[in-house]
């Protein structure tokens, strides 16, 4: 079974700054690309931000100019940086990443428990 672990989650004031990570917990093999959503109380999933294979991105206007996102291919991690944060972007914050589970041929989509933002 693949399991992504988020870390790096708090609470802060706005105009700060966190890290969030995402990574496969054990030896899993996962693709070089991932996403970032967010889902507030109340509120439906919403897409942060996208890396491909070719380190391109992709960020969702709310979030433009203040996060950025990248991976660490020999860590196996994704990272997301967020800077100047706002009360707007607290939220539960999710990685999705495309794995493989140990011994299968096959590759799935994996979401992670998801790891929560406050900013006050």
């Known amino acids: 079974q693949v399991q992504l672990v988020e870390s790096g989650g708090g609470s802060v004031q706005a105009g700060g700054s966190l890290r969030l990570s995402c990574a496969p917990s054990?030896?899993?093999?996962?693709?070089?690309?991932a996403a970032w959503y967010r889902q507030a109380p109340g509120k439906g999933r919403e897409f942060v931000s996208r890396?491909?294979?070719?380190?391109?991105?992709e960020y969702a206007d709310s979030v433009k100019g203040r996060f950025t996102i990248s991976q660490d291919n020999i860590a196996n991690t994704v990272y997301l940086q967020m800077n100047s944060l706002k009360p707007e972007d607290t939220a539960m914050y999710h990685c999705s990443r495309r794995c493989r589970p140990p011994g299968a041929s096959t590759e799935y989509d994996y979401w992670g428990q998801g790891t929560q933002v406050t900013v006050s």
């Open positions: 890396i491909a294979p070719d380190d391109s991105t």
């Open positions: 054990g030896d899993i093999y996962c693709r070089n690309e």
